[in-house]
């Protein structure tokens, strides 16, 4: 892992900073949950609205990174998504692609594996944090700003057990 990583606590607030952006490690109960009630609102956007999240808050923490640290290639500021995803305990991504789009592939995922825990097998794609994620992760390997980059689910371990893939286009 070549991701620099400075972990540190605020002694007033208590609360905890990875590489200067605070940071709550999550739960993949939380997030789960959070993505349950994404998906009871999804009449009113509620799934959209939880991308849409992610990718502004996420876009922030990886530019910052590469500006931070020199990092100019595509692959170094792609590296930076994908490490992440580790460190935050949120699962482990193999990565593809061009400025046009790619493929990123979810082998180990804890959103879906808190969704089967506490829901059993879904009939559709639920990962709707990691979607937002990885269109944050495209726009700042490739220099564009938030919501240059449409990312669909097509397989989900929430479904079939195995492994995840998302599509990544440019908008």
Not at 40 to 65: A, H, P
Not at 136 to 141: G, I, L, R, T
Not at 147 to 162: F, H, I, Q
């Amino acid at each position: 892992m070549s991701l620099t990583l400075d972990f540190s606590l605020d002694n007033e607030t208590f609360r905890q900073y990875l590489n200067g952006h605070a940071v709550v490690m999550h739960s993949h109960h939380y997030l789960a949950l959070i993505t349950k009630l994404a998906e009871d609102l999804s009449d009113i956007g509620g799934t959209q609205l939880l991308k849409d999240v992610v990718e502004e808050s996420m876009w922030t923490v990886f530019n910052d990174y590469a500006l931070k640290n020199g990092l100019t290639t595509p692959l170094q500021r792609c590296n930076i998504g994908r490490e992440y995803y580790s460190v935050y305990g949120l699962g482990k991504l193999k990565v593809g692609g061009t400025e046009s789009g790619g493929e990123v592939c979810l082998v180990r995922s804890h959103i879906d594996e808190g969704w089967i825990k506490k829901w059993g097998h879904n009939t559709k794609p639920i990962n709707h944090f990691t979607c937002g994620y990885i269109a944050a992760m495209f726009s700042v390997a490739f220099n564009k700003p938030i919501k240059s980059y449409t990312v669909t689910e097509t397989e989900s371990m929430a479904v079939n057990g195995t492994a995840g893939t998302f599509i990544v286009t440019l908008s």
